[in-house]
């Protein structure tokens, strides 16, 4: 089976960095996209991040400048670095795969807590 698993969440303060992964348990090559999602307490689930099979890259506005998605073709593995981390990005991180002949796959998250 397709699996996606996160790791690299945890406590960290205000302007600090965290640098999430996604490991995927087959070749990226195989994955139209990659995204990095975020739901925070009480709010909606939201975008953060996407990297497309041909290196492309879209951000939301709110991390751009801060967070960096990128991919490791020979670990089979997605990256969030996330640097000048504010309160605001206190959530769940979610890796998420939009696989070829598959369809959509979810990680089950990793908890970012920002704060002092």
């Known amino acids: 089976q397709v699996q996606l698993v996160e790791s690299g969440g945890g406590l960290v303060q205000p302007g600090g960095s965290l640098r999430l992964s996604c490991a995927a348990s087959l070749s990226i090559f195989d994955i139209n996209l990659l995204a990095w999602y975020r739901q925070a307490p009480g709010k909606e689930r939201e975008l953060v991040a996407t990297?497309?099979?041909?290196?492309?890259?879209t951000y939301t506005d709110s991390v751009k400048g801060r967070f960096t998605i990128s991919r490791d073709n020979a670990k089979n593995t997605v990256y969030l670095q996330m640097n000048s981390l504010k309160p605001e990005d206190t959530a769940v991180y979610y890796c998420?795969?939009?696989?070829?002949?598959?369809?959509?796959?979810w990680g089950v998250g990793t908890l970012v807590t920002v704060s002092s």
């Open positions: 998420n795969a939009n696989i070829l002949r598959y369809g959509v796959k």
């Open positions: 990297i497309n099979r041909y290196g492309g890259t």
